[in-house]
């Protein structure tokens, strides 16, 4: 089921979907999706779809993170990199390899515990993690080249716009929990902020509060 083989397929699906990007692919490709999972799920871990990991949160489907991810990198490289809402840690595995530095942010901390765990598993040095609101970001670390939220506020956070650098972009689900959700993508310019509206998502809600 984690064979090299159902991988391989994935990819290909990912293809077919639209995903351009043969970086993306192929570390997508050589990042074990399995070891991000509860064993009980983890036959399923190759299928492009969101699976559950636990306090009502969801690991993001394949493709979802693939095209966060290639948006994210579409205008060249990102040294800094934000990202809000660690979850399993699998999509801070995805950036990890494709950027310089990543800082990622949980407000669920039996989550971010495990997801710490899988990081070093992989021996990904570049990754540093906090339990906080990521609605605020993360404004000692930053201004970031990029940041990628993981959980849909209903508005766009303005401290997140105020913490990317010039040239900067936001990838960021946007819309009321559970329907007419879209991604949006956000780049700081010399002329100000540009919106574009990417295609329709269904995320979990961005919550404030932090749970130990
Ligand atoms: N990319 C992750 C997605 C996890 S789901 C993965 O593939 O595993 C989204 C995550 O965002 C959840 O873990 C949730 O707890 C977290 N989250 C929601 N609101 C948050 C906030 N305000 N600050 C930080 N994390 C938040």
Redesign the pocket.
């Known amino acids: 089921m984690t064979s090299q083989r159902t991988r391989d397929r994935l990819i290909e699906r990912l293809s077919e979907r639209g995903i351009t990007d043969n970086t993306v692919l192929n570390v997508i490709r050589g990042t074990p999706r399995h070891i991000?999972l509860d064993e009980a799920l983890s036959h399923r871990a190759y299928e492009d779809s969101s699976l559950p990991?636990g306090?009502q949160?969801?690991?993001?489907q394949p493709y979802i993170?693939a095209r966060m991810t290639e948006l994210l990198l579409a205008n060249g490289p990102r040294e800094r990199v934000l990202e809000?809402?660690?979850?399993?840690?699998?999509?801070t595995a995805i950036l990890a390899q494709l950027v310089g530095r990543v800082f990622s942010?949980?407000?669920?901390r039996p989550?971010q515990e495990k997801a710490r765990q899988r990081l070093r598993q992989l021996g990904l040095t570049n990754v540093q993690l906090r339990h906080a609101?990521?609605?605020m970001g993360w404004k000692d670390r930053g201004p970031f080249d990029a940041i990628l939220s993981?959980?849909a506020p209903a508005e766009v956070p303005q401290e997140l716009l105020a913490q990317l650098a010039m040239g900067g972009r936001l990838v960021i689900p946007i819309g009321p929990q559970g329907k007419q959700q879209a991604l949006y993508v956000y780049d700081k310019t010399e002329e100000g902020i540009q919106e574009q509206i990417i295609e329709p998502v269904l995320f979990?809600p961005?919550?404030?509060g932090l749970l130990s």
């Not at 949160?57 to 993001?60: A, E, G, R």
């Not at 809000?84 to 999509?91: A, L, R």
């Open positions: 991000f990991i306090f949160q969801t690991l993001s993170v809000v809402g660690t979850g399993s840690g699998y999509q942010v949980e407000r669920i989550l609101d990521g609605g993981a959980a979990v961005l919550l404030a």
